[in-house]
Each structure stands twice: as structure tokens, then as C-alpha cells.
């Protein structure tokens, strides 16, 4: 096996939740009277912290504009925002495939831990997962505190792990520990944008991962 560990990201890498995202980051700018940035700016930043997000649509926010968006946008995240959100068709079969085989699987997201385990929850994969970590437990996206503290916990060497991620924030949080990366071309950051932090290889579907991983083991 070429690789002991495969590190997940979550949204827009095996849930399809950008819709959702958008609309409750509009809701809660909205709720506070704020100038509502672009849907493509607001999907820019998914990957990323929640206060790193906010510092990138509202450059230069104070501690009260940061509490304030953070409160309504768990708010209409958690529960007040009926947009829905699925796993991308194949994601279940890939992570159940994937354990079969006896890898390592642990998922690093810029979600918060709140959010994160109501989706593990509400998907029934969080029994998969050897280990999880969010951006409110550590450094967010690029940083790569997320990824060396999987690491450690798991006993496993960077170059033993491969992280597979939708969005260069994923990638270059994986150049920054030392890691392998894959980048995956379905979610949010275009192919061009992945391709710059040189991930081992791009796929359009997330069934395609399980055969790739099959290829590298061959080489």
C-alpha cells in the first residue's frame, strides 16, 4: 500500500454542500445589515475558517463584526437554513470501500466541530474516520497544524499520507506538512487553481479514487 493514510476534506469533496453554504453566509450578512459580498466571492472562501473567511470577504472586521457573523451564520447553518446538502453520488461506496481496504481515513475541514459531527451524524460515516479535525481545533487552511496533528495522533510519516481535497487551500495545507496531495475538480477551485500547488493527479468524480489509489500501489 503506497499510502497508510487518506486525510479528507468535507465540503465539496464528499458532501455537495456549496449551495447551502452560500446561502446561509448571504442570511447572515443579511441579518446584520451588511453590503452582501458576490456568490462567487463567498465561494472563494469555502475551505477556510470561519474567521479567516470573514477576514477575506470583510477585510479588516473587529472582533464584534467577526462574533456577529459567526453567530448568525451557525445559526441558519445548524438549523434555521433548509437548502439541502448530500454526499456527491459515490462518496459513501468510496469511504466504505476504502476502510475495507484497510486504510487510514480522518477528515480535515474547515468546518467547526458542531457542524462536522452533525453531518457525521446525519450521514452515518463518522464511524469510518480514525480521527477528525476542524478549523476551530487548530490552525484553518493553509496552515498545516490540521494535517501534523493527524499525523502524530495516527503514528504515520508525511510522506505516508495523501490528502484529497477539492480547493488549494486543501493542497497547500498539504505541501505546508509534508504530505501528498490529490485535488479533486467537482467542488469549488477550478482545475487551473489546484494544479498550481501540484497535487499527484486531478479526478472529476470522487468514484474514480479508489481506482487511482489501485494505480499508484502498482507503479
Same mark, same amino acid.
Given at each position: 500500500?503506497? %499510502?497508510?493514510l ?9 458532501m455537495?454542500?456549496? /449551495? ?10 443579511d441579518?446584520?445589515?451588511l453590503?452582501?459580498p458576490?456568490?462567487?466571492?463567498? +465561494? ?6 470561519? +474567521? ?21 451564520y451557525?445559526?441558519? %447553518?445548524l438549523g ?5 446538502s448530500?454526499? %456527491?453520488?459515490?462518496a459513501r461506496?468510496?469511504?466504505?470501500t476504502? /476502510? $475495507?481496504?484497510?486504510? !487510514?481515513?480522518a477528515?480535515? @475541514?474547515?468546518?467547526?466541530? =458542531?457542524?462536522?459531527? $452533525? ?7 463518522g464511524? *469510518? ?19 501534523? =496533528?493527524?499525523l502524530? +495522533?495516527?503514528? &504515520? ?9 477539492? @480547493?488549494? *487551500? ?8 509534508? @504530505? ?7 467542488g &469549488?477551485?477550478?482545475q487551473? +487553481? !489546484?494544479l498550481?500547488h ?5 479526478l472529476?468524480d ?8 489501485e494505480?499508484?500501489i502498482? $507503479?
Amino acid at each position: 500500500m503506497k %499510502f497508510k493514510l487518506l486525510i479528507f476534506d468535507w465540503d465539496g469533496t464528499l458532501m455537495d454542500s456549496e /449551495a447551502r453554504i452560500v446561502d446561509c453566509v448571504r442570511a447572515a450578512v443579511d441579518d446584520l445589515g451588511l453590503d452582501c459580498p458576490s456568490n462567487d466571492a463567498i +465561494r472563494n472562501i469555502i475551505g477556510l475558517g470561519l +474567521r479567516e473567511a470573514i477576514d477575506t470577504l470583510f477585510p479588516g472586521a473587529d472582533d464584534e463584526l467577526h462574533h456577529n457573523v459567526v453567530s448568525r451564520y451557525r445559526y441558519h %447553518f445548524l438549523g434555521g437554513n433548509e437548502t439541502p446538502s448530500s454526499l %456527491f453520488d459515490g462518496a459513501r461506496e468510496v469511504i466504505e470501500t476504502l /476502510a $475495507q481496504q484497510d486504510y !487510514l481515513l480522518a477528515v480535515a @475541514t474547515g468546518k467547526g466541530r =458542531q457542524g462536522l459531527d $452533525q453531518v457525521l451524524e446525519a450521514t452515518a460515516l463518522g464511524e *469510518y474516520f480514525h480521527i477528525t479535525r476542524c478549523a476551530d481545533e487548530t490552525f484553518s487552511k493553509p496552515h498545516p497544524e490540521m494535517l501534523e =496533528q493527524i499525523l502524530d +495522533r495516527l503514528g &504515520v510519516e508525511p510522506h505516508e499520507a495523501l490528502m484529497i481535497g477539492d @480547493t488549494e *487551500y486543501d493542497l497547500e495545507m498539504a505541501s505546508n506538512a509534508g @504530505t501528498h496531495s490529490l485535488g479533486v475538480t467537482y467542488g &469549488v477551485h477550478s482545475q487551473e +487553481r !489546484l494544479l498550481r500547488h501540484k497535487p499527484l493527479d486531478c479526478l472529476h468524480d470522487v468514484s474514480a479514487i479508489p481506482k487511482w489509489l489501485e494505480s499508484q500501489i502498482k $507503479q
